[in-house]
């Protein structure tokens, strides 16, 4: 395990309720000391908490044939008062000052989105506040939703250029087979030319959990690769983070890669965030994957779609149909369309913006 400065810890629903359902206020306060005590010893800590749905089905009875969507929208939104308000009471009771921020999706698609809520962040940061993020759970639904809550901690990490990510469950890590099977055992470190860790894992998931271990492997990995370290850890566990501190935390360890430049971080997330989509000619293709380091001119770009403005992600395609990389616009889409086949014109992917992707 590496030190760390400035981490993203996300505490999965299940770690802040018990077997039936109830909230468990000694787990969240437990929690809550460590965090300060890490916060205390001047590290910068963000924190992605889910239950909001858990606190509010336990509170709020609805009846059984009533629309799902209704019913996540009515517990998320009530369970979130409370969730955040539990927190207020036992960091206040630590004159620790939080900040509440609930997020979508689109938030991280839109680069004014991304930029408004990254510097709001770093402002919380800078003045000794701890943000505790969630989802929006009252506006995201279906597509709109992340695919839980290790995917918006893994994008916050890359966002705010954390060097940790810290995924608290219900179990220990990642076994190579079902936890609760004696057969299985704990993988202690995940390094980058590991083969498959993913066949290990059943799609069971933990009664309050949405996305299911696979999720946090895959979100780990993504940030492990952006040169994060990632742990996946039992957040029931006493001392969790007293024991990441003194590196003596039993837990799944993913190596991170060699830190990559800081805007493709963001971009290596962009994947299902883009606004427009380019198609190049077989020319701008070889220059851009070539050795030599290039940006995207309009003399090579054939086909402009979507309506983006400039700070957008784009999606690269070749001329047939595949999908080459993400890049960053340096302007909106009408003056690219009036750019397009151009020479002479400024770029509309600048290459320190512009993320290749590997296996194309
Ligand atoms: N190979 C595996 N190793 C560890 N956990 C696994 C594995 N396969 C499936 N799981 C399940 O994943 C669950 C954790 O994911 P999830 O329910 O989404 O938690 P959270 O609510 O903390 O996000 C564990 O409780 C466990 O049942
Ligand atoms: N936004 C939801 C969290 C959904 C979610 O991702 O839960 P989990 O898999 O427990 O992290 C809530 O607060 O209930």
Redesign the pocket.
Known sequence: MLESKVLVIKI????LTQSNGLPDLDRMKHLVNQIQGLISAGKKVVLVS?GAVAFGRQSIPLPEKLNPVFKKQIWASTGQIRLINQYQQFFGSLNQHIAQILVTKEDFRDRKHFLNMKNCIEALLQQGILPIINENDTVTITELMFT?N?ELASLTAAMINADTLMLL???DG??T???SDPGSELVEKVVFSMPEVSN???A???S??????LT?YTMAKKSADLGIQVIIANGKRDGVLDEFTTKSLRCTWFEPQKVKHAPKKWLAHGAQYYKGEITVNAGAKNSLTSSVIRSLLPVGITKIEGDFSKGDILLIRDENGIKIGLGRAEYASKPALERMGEKNQKPLIHYDYLYLFDHE
């Not at 999965?12 to 770690?15: F, K, L």
Request: glycine residues 18%; positive net charge; without cysteine.
């Open positions: 999965g629903s299940n770690v889910s839980d290790d469950t219900n179990v990642i076994y087979g079902n936890p290990y894992i059943s069971t998931k933990s309050f959990g949405r996305g299911g271990m946090k």
